[in-house]
């Protein structure tokens, strides 16, 4: 993880990880905050796409951090899919099937 942060900050690329779970969410986290020693990362917009690892207890992190974080509406906050969570009808329609 910390050779893609290095490389990302080196090349002045966009960072997006897909971080599934609280454990990946907290390790990402981890490593930003060691090399936050030598990178700034507010105004960086660092991306976790599939943030539903985000437990209360990182939010703080990552906000300080400055990362931004992208949550999927269909996933229930166990992991499953849930057709409930989802607003559009059309989404419903493919639920169904």
């Known amino acids: 993880m910390h050779t893609m942060l290095r490389k990302s900050v080196d090349n002045d690329d966009p960072l997006l990880v897909h971080a599934v779970g609280d454990r990946t969410v907290e390790l990402f986290l981890n490593a930003m905050e060691l090399e936050a020693k030598r990178i700034s990362w507010n105004g960086r917009r660092v991306r976790i796409e599939h943030g539903e690892g985000l437990l ?9 951090l400055g990362v931004v974080v992208l949550q999927d ?3 229930s906050p166990s992991g ?18």
Request: some cysteine; overall charge positive.
């Open 73 to 75: 509406p269909a996933i």
């Open 56 to 64: 209360p207890d990182l939010i703080g992190r990552a906000r300080d």
């Open 80 to 97: 499953t899919f849930s057709c409930s969570a989802m607003a559009k009808k059309s989404t419903t329609r493919r639920c169904a099937r």
